[in-house]
């Protein structure tokens, strides 16, 4: 008899630590969480990894519905999933990012190169191109510089697919350019 008072006692202690811990809100949790979010927002995880973030801003958004209508248990679950898929997020947002800021910068060296080629090569054949043509093949390479620039600038303003595509497009246009050139003086152009 003593021995099922014991385990009567025990078991309702168990039940009123749950209650009590169940019912007060997740605080330590919603930071961890939000610390969380905040750090895969930095590495642009929305835009590197879309399908984590979303499910972590989905049970982020979850969370705060429980945590309004103060189920915190059901909270606390939610919270740690935010955190978690935040997280994952996150590493593959920077790893992603790091890779994508590479292949521009070797696409903007890239242009710059072909582009000093560019001039050269036509500074070498001004004398035998029409006034008009040259001066066509001048305002290229000025709108290739111009663009190069603009994808250090956009870098810098982390606009990732818009940094991307201005490299590409200059990439093109100047090779675009190089082809026309070697047409107009029968030369290729090294």
Not at 7 to 30: E, G, M, N, R, W
Not at 101 to 108: F, H, S
Request: aromatic share 6%; hydrophobic share 35%; with cysteine.
């Amino acid at each position: 008899m003593k021995c099922s008072r014991l385990f009567f006692l025990a078991t309702l202690l168990s039940l009123a630590l749950l209650f009590v811990a169940c019912s007060a809100k997740p605080v330590d949790q919603i930071q961890r969480a939000e610390k969380a979010r905040v750090a895969a927002q930095a590495e642009k995880a929305e835009e590197f990894a879309p399908e984590d973030w979303k499910a972590g801003d989905d049970a982020w958004r979850s969370a705060n519905t429980k945590i309004e209508q103060e189920k915190y248990g059901e909270a606390t679950t939610l919270l740690l999933k935010a955190q978690t898929r935040f997280e994952k997020a996150r590493d593959i947002a920077k790893g992603k990012r790091e890779d994508t800021i590479k292949e521009i910068t070797n696409n903007r060296t890239t242009a710059e190169l072909r582009c000093k080629t560019l001039k050269s090569e036509l500074e070498k054949a001004a004398k035998k191109l029409p006034a008009a043509k040259r001066k066509e093949f001048e305002e290229a390479c000025k709108n290739a510089e111009e663009k190069i620039a603009k994808v250090q600038a956009q870098l810098d303003s982390h606009q990732y697919s818009d940094a991307k595509m201005t490299a590409g497009t200059a990439l093109r246009e100047i090779w675009e350019v190089q082809k026309e050139l070697e047409k107009a003086t029968g030369k290729k152009t090294s």
